[in-house]
């Protein structure tokens, strides 16, 4: 139900945010995050950052799977 | 009042008359003059002896300025990739004009030069034209058709059916770029990106191509509806199914930016300077070794192969390693968010 | 080491022995990346995976469409959506067709553009068609707060947005475990689904990638090997326990659950949401004074049992013959995230 793609938060200003997607610019709202800066990743989905991004998928995915064996 | 004629078309340069005239003589005839260009009712052309190749395309694109391009230089690279397609060396070009009234003159002006500017480039003549002005709101700023004619070498044979399996299917550079750009220029999506048309006469390449080895089963431009639509078509015409590999399909980072954001797939983005060479195997070196010198392929690389199974079907090795469908090409590109 | 729990995750799920089991995902996108990626056929014979109701757009009924079409041709409203609603069928036509008569119905990527669009076009009425899960509610009550504090009254919603916890607890026998949409619990967090737990419910939240894909399926294959009901939050590096309590705190701000109807399953009790009174003058029903919409479905359509996975969608007489993603009938053939679709262009 929800594309969301990964972007890097470029500047901040008044909740709203540029953020870059591999390249790609984009105005979002940035007020459902606090204390963002610039430099963070965030899961933008229909114009809106909608969670902050810790850390990158390999990661997580040896984590989890290394607790479960 | 002189000074205001000449700011925007009007009715009247569409009438036959002297501004008509005019219209021709300061911004058609100013770029397009070569020795065949006729000033009667039709060009008189001497061709060799030999095959031709003929073609036609109507360019409709809003805007009709954009970054890499304008509606001139695609209504020229349309035609003359076509032609190229076919392994022809494209010869001469007329055009249609069909001007909204109020059209800016200098717009105009910078489209007819965009457009000698590329026929040159691509070796190509124009030789006849035709200007017509529609009212106010009937037409989008300018439409203009190309048609061409072009002559093919001895021995060259490509054709959508001669797809054989084993074959490699080639793409001349990143996909999608042309396609982007437009959606961007658009300027719905409030999405701004560094990206560029793609848009660029391959006759060149072609030429190059085809000089490195004659024996290249299928050259398709990949235009609207973009690779996948045109692997499609090849898949269907030769009765073979295509394998690409999705992690050798050269795609922009910005234009993979751009596609995520809107959830769009780059491959069913338009090209206007992307070719889909379909070889034997042995000859796929040669020829990525010449389009690699190439100035618009240089980023050449081998996509995929042609498969025996799966007639009329486009699949992907996937980057979990497993096979999937490409989704058939249909209908207008929506943006996907939810 | 990373290539490892990549090879690790992969054998889980391939050497799953347990008995048959039905793994539903209830979001579009991972149906999308699923197929996409060609994970089904990663899975052994044992699992099935379910494409269930998960995409706003192939559970939003007919007369949505409906009451829409009626703006745009009737009251000269422009009409704002997101692409993927343009196609759906309505009971005489789709906004496409709507559009192609003359109606105004322009494409856009957020709420908030369609907000500006109505700030930069005073002389129209603008109305943005508010679907989606709790992932989108956020940003359309967001465009709310917009137009209220720059005084553009010439904005309105049509609310068709639903939550999914109802969803789940109706769709519990469909299902041995849920692929949880991890983008809806990056807004609610996971206190629902730990909730469904001690109802029985089982799930894993799930990331986008291949990756993430690929690890939420071994942790649920491996889970439900274990027999009893479960929660894993595979997706910890975007969703966390508390999910976001602004983006929670807007759609309680502006919206209030009512009783829905997801298109193929019926009205779902408190599965819907809408605009609270005092939002009223941003309520598209009532400021239009929309007229209730009776809306037709097509009989031999099977969507609602592909929702709820009691049928694959080629089991459905219309199936690739009369239902096609060019020329839709039902639902999950419209949206290219619908199960019918995806098997419908995967070839599936």
Known sequence: MCVGLPARVMNLKNGRAVVDASGARKEISAELLEDLEPGDYVMVHAGVAIARIRGNDQDQMDDLIDDLL | MQENKRKAVTLAHGGGGRQTNELIHEIFKKYFDNPDLTADDAAVLSMDEGRIAMSTDGFIVSPAEFPGGDIGKLSICGTVNDLACMGARPMYLTCAFVIEEGFPMEKLDRIAASMARTAEEAGVRIVAGDTKVAGRGQVDGVFITTTGIGRIPEGVETSGTKARPGDVVIVTGDVGRHGCTILLAREDFGIDADVTSDCAPLSGAVEAMLSATPDIHVIRDATRGGVGTVLYEIAEQSGVGVNIDAASLPVDQSVRGVCGLLGLEPLYLACEGRLVVIAPKDRADDLLQVLRQGKYTADAAVIGEITEDMPGRVTMTTEIGSKTLLPPPGGELLPRIC | MSEKSAEKALRIIKNYDGPRVRIMEVCGTHTHENFRLGVRQLLPEAVDLISGPGCPVCVTPADYIDEAVWLAREKGVTVCTFGDLVRVPGSRMSLAEARAEGGKVRIVYSPDDACSYAKDHPEEEVVFLSVGFETTTPGACLSLVRASRDGVTNYSLLTANKTMPQAYRALKGSA????????????????????????????????????????????????????????????????????????????????????????????????????????????????????????????????GEVLQGRCRPSDCPLFGKGCTPLHPVGACMVSGEGACSAYYQYGM
């Open chain 3, 176 to 303: 041995d475990a849920f692929l949880y949409p991890g983008h809806v619990n990056a807004i609610t967090g996971t206190g629902v689904c730990r909730e469904l737990v001690k109802e029985g419910i089982s799930g894993v939240v799930a990331g986008f990638t291949a990756n993430e894909l690929v690890t939420a399926f071994a942790l649920c294959l491996a889970m439900l090997q274990k027999g009893e009901p479960f929660f894993v939050n595979a997706y910890p590096r975007v969703v966390r326990e508390e999910g976001s309590p602004e983006g929670m705190r807007l759609i309680d701000q502006w919206m209030e659950a009512c009783d829905t109807e997801w298109r193929g399953l019926g009205v779902i009790p408190g599965s819907g949401l809408k605009l609270r009174k005092e939002a009223e003058a941003y309520d598209a029903r009532i400021k239009y004074e929309i007229p209730r919409m009776e809306a037709r479905t097509h009989t031999a359509c099977r969507c």
